[in-house]
């Protein structure tokens, strides 16, 4: 068992006013448990499901299903034939968000995109005719291109771009944009994985910085009545609430919206709905999560689009499905 760090001690006092509630977050963080392993279905299910499931919860969707622990998921051959893709529960509850969208989603882009378990989600869920799925980092699009292909992915498009890039290119042109920052990971602890330095303060500011300005170019893509969901990992409040406040005073035309299966999970941490997942509830390995409205209408001169297909066209994608 790994000594809670006096920067976790820090966190968990900032976080949980109950001494209890404190220790079993410390603990979840410092002696890891196995979580049930979780598959998202880009098929329809065989008649006879190989898989022993754990009873679904609420609100999860369908083509959802949490496993028992034990099941080696990724070594069957139908995860090799592409029928699912393999994410934790917690990245189920951070995209969870657009299962309250009531309206036809034609477009999406997904700014932070690799190794694609968002994208994979927003796909099977609005099935959009245009999904684009970018991500910034040369060597991290290997991951996401073989996990498109394997699950059949299309029509998909992969670009490699900055955020301000897609801004400038992409202006208001998107009707869901999703945003999986990237964070301090202090959430990789409670899957027995090592992350030296993800509670200094240093660290945690620098990320927050980061995200703040791939939100403020994201904000740029969507489409007016569309919508912007931002998610990350991290447990700090720097990265998630406070992120979510400085949006809304820059961009007031970005309205937090409701979404009431996560109702029970909402953040005692802000006065915006905004949610959290954390590790002692033992579904995931925590995440935060929060769904904006881009209110503004459209201008008269806007009736016209270009259609984005033509924009990206000029965009050079990295791969097309
Ligand atoms: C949390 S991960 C995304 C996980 C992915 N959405 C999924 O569900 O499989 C964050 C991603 O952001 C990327 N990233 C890193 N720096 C970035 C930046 N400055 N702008 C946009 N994305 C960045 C990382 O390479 C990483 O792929």
């Given amino acids: 068992m790994a000594p809670a760090s006096k920067l976790l001690v820090k966190l968990s006092q900032k976080l949980f006013p109950v ?3 404190r220790q079993q977050f410390i603990e979840a963080l410092t002696q890891p448990q196995p979580f049930s392993p979780c598959i998202l279905w880009c098929r329809s299910k065989p008649s006879d499901t190989p898989f022993s499931t754990e009873p679904p919860i609420a609100w999860q969707p369908d083509f ?4 028992q622990i ?3 998921p990724g070594q069957h051959p ?9 994410l934790d529960f917690s990245s189920v509850f951070a995209i969870s968000t657009l299962l309250s969208l009531d309206v036809p989603v034609q477009s999406v882009i997904d700014v932070c995109a690799s190794p694609g378990g968002k994208s994979i989600f927003a796909w099977v869920l609005l099935q959009p005719s245009y999904l684009i799925s970018n991500e910034v980092i040369g060597k ?3 991951a996401l291109i073989s996990n498109f292909k394997r699950c059949h992915v299309q029509p998909a498009t992969v670009l490699n771009l900055d955020s301000s890039l897609l801004a400038e290119q992409l202006p208001r042109s998107t009707d869901v944009v999703l945003v999986d920052a990237p964070c301090t990971g202090q959430s990789l602890l409670a899957k027995g994985l090592n992350n030296p330095g993800c509670f200094h303060p240093v660290t945690i500011n620098k990320n927050a910085n980061r995200q703040k300005r791939i939100l403020a170019n994201s904000a740029q893509l969507v489409a007016p009545q569309g ?26 035309q970005f309205a937090p919206i409701d979404v009431p299966h996560l109702q029970p999970y909402q953040s005692r941490y802000s006065h915006l ?10 579904l995931g390995a925590g995440a935060f999560t929060i769904l904006f409205k881009n209110t503004h209408l459209r201008e ?3 009736t016209v689009i270009q259609p984005l297909a033509s924009l990206v066209k000029n965009l050079r994608p990295i791969a097309t499905f």
Avoid at 64 to 67: P, S
Avoid at 273 to 282: D, G, S
């Fill in 19 to 21: 001494p209890s509630d």
């Fill in 64 to 67: 959802i299903d949490r496993l």
């Fill in 70 to 72: 034990g099941e080696k």
């Fill in 78 to 86: 139908l995860h090799q034939q592409g029928y699912f893709y393999c």
């Fill in 140 to 142: 991290r699009l290997g």
């Fill in 227 to 252: 919508y912007l969901a931002y998610m990350t990992c991290a447990y700090s409040i720097e990265e998630n609430e406070q992120v979510s406040e400085w949006l809304v005073q820059q961009f007031p």
């Fill in 273 to 282: 709905p905004c949610y959290r997942m954390f590790p002692q509830e033992r």
């Fill in 300 to 302: 008269p001169q806007e």
